[in-house]
């Protein structure tokens, strides 16, 4: 971990959630590692608590390197799981012989689970709590390198469902289950539960929270987004108007919070939008592989044109 002379955070970095949309802030923090950039702490929420994860376990292992091949491992193992195949099963076993996840894609099945969760709820769509990146993240996760003193500080947050409030997971906390609780979508899954307490993603009070890394007084703050801020036209449809709704959710906060960062700090941001335009909302649900290859190509472009405030 490197500091300033005062002590102080040097580099802290903050990712964004945006399910597979996360792609995109993949290919630039990979991009940014492998030309020698380094941080003192991170925040994430959802995808990017995930990314962040990755690449702290993997830095402590085995340096850069190390937290790109992290970073890249659980990218892989997301694809080959096609993590949404046990939801979009709903449909093949009411429509047998269809099989509209092979067939369409998950981002186009995802549009289909959407206007079944308006009309049935969540529960009838996925009555046992299946959350298919449990096994994922139980093979991945090493808490005991997130814990070591090498480390670099890691904050993840998820949101308390009855106060709205957002909590903060230190290294030594982040669990599966914490990672599970920054990236539940209510939507899809129940929440995750938590010292008694129901937690949804993180992103609903944060997107992600930058008080945990502006508390250590850094010099510089790079964010990485994976959300669009610019969506073109105006939603007319049900499910149209409440993607947008919810993408503006996503963003309040944080840029609330950017918009009252001190004027002193040296604040550096990978925006999405030019990565993003054209794609439906459903598309953060698309974990196929030339998608996801064509937003991480994006991300390490963009490394080339930063926007610096």
Same mark, same amino acid.
């Given at each position: 971990?490197?500091?300033? $002379?005062?002590?102080?955070?040097?580099?802290?970095?903050?990712?964004?959630?945006?399910?597979?949309?996360?792609?995109?802030?993949? =290919?630039?923090?990979?991009?940014?590692?492998? *030309?020698?950039?380094?941080?003192?702490?991170?925040?994430?929420?959802?995808?990017?608590?995930?990314?962040?994860?990755?690449?702290? +376990?993997?830095? !402590?292992?085995?340096?850069?390197?190390?937290?790109?091949?992290?970073?890249? +491992?659980?990218?892989?193992?997301?694809?080959?799981?096609?993590?949404?195949?046990?939801?979009?099963?709903?449909?093949?076993?009411?429509?047998?012989?269809?099989?509209?996840?092979?067939?369409?894609?998950?981002?186009?099945?995802?549009? =289909?689970?959407?206007?079944?969760?308006?009309?049935?709820?969540?529960?009838?769509?996925?009555?046992?709590?299946?959350?298919?990146?449990? $096994?994922?993240?139980?093979?991945?996760?090493? &808490?005991?390198?997130?814990?070591?003193? %090498?480390?670099?500080?890691?904050?993840?947050?998820?949101?308390?469902?009855?106060?709205?409030?957002?909590?903060?997971?230190?290294?030594?906390?982040?669990?599966?289950?914490?990672?599970?609780?920054?990236?539940?979508?209510?939507?899809?899954?129940? &929440?995750?539960?938590? *010292?008694?307490?129901?937690?949804? *993603?993180?992103?609903?009070?944060?997107?992600? &929270?930058?008080?945990?890394?502006?508390?250590?007084?850094?010099?510089?703050?790079?964010?990485?987004?994976? +959300?669009?801020?610019?969506?073109?036209? !105006?939603?007319?449809?049900?499910?149209?108007?409440?993607?947008?709704?919810?993408?503006?959710?996503? +963003?309040?906060?944080?840029?609330?919070?950017?918009?009252?960062? $001190?004027?002193?700090?040296?604040?550096?941001?990978? &925006?999405? *939008?030019?990565?993003?335009?054209?794609?439906?909302?459903?598309?953060?649900?698309?974990?196929?592989?030339?998608?996801?290859?064509?937003?991480?190509?994006?991300?390490?472009?963009?490394? %080339?044109?930063?926007?610096?405030?």
């Amino acid at each position: 971990m490197t500091t300033t $002379p005062s002590g102080h955070a040097g580099t802290v970095l903050a990712l964004q959630g945006g399910g597979s949309h996360g792609a995109y802030a993949w =290919g630039v923090l990979d991009a940014l590692l492998a *030309d020698g950039f380094r941080y003192d702490a991170v925040c994430g929420v959802s995808s990017g608590a995930i990314l962040a994860a990755m690449a702290v +376990q993997g830095e !402590v292992r085995a340096g850069a390197e190390g937290a790109r091949a992290a970073m890249a +491992q659980f990218w892989d193992r997301l694809v080959a799981t096609n993590m949404f195949a046990p939801l979009t099963g709903h449909f093949d076993r009411w429509m047998p012989g269809f099989e509209i996840g092979r067939t369409f894609g998950n981002s186009l099945a995802m549009q =289909g689970m959407s206007a079944m969760v308006n009309l049935f709820g969540a529960g009838a769509l996925n009555p046992l709590g299946h959350n298919p990146l449990r $096994p994922i993240l139980e093979d991945l996760l090493d &808490p005991a390198a997130l814990s070591d003193r %090498r480390a670099p500080r890691l904050f993840i947050a998820a949101t308390a469902v009855e106060s709205g409030r957002p909590r903060i997971f230190p290294n030594r906390d982040i669990t599966v289950d914490a990672l599970l609780a920054s990236s539940c979508l209510p939507m899809l899954f129940p &929440p995750v539960t938590i *010292d008694g307490i129901a937690y949804w *993603d993180g992103a609903y009070s944060g997107n992600p &929270p930058l008080a945990p890394l502006l508390a250590l007084d850094p010099a510089r703050l790079v964010l990485i987004r994976a +959300q669009s801020r610019l969506r073109a036209g !105006v939603p007319a449809q049900q499910n149209d108007i409440l993607n947008r709704v919810q993408e503006i959710a996503f +963003q309040t906060a944080i840029d609330a919070e950017c918009a009252m960062l $001190p004027a002193s700090l040296d604040f550096i941001e990978y &925006p999405a *939008d030019d990565a993003l335009a054209g794609l439906p909302p459903e598309s953060r649900a698309n974990t196929d592989r030339a998608f996801l290859d064509r937003l991480f190509a994006a991300g390490r472009a963009a490394t %080339r044109r930063p926007s610096a405030a």
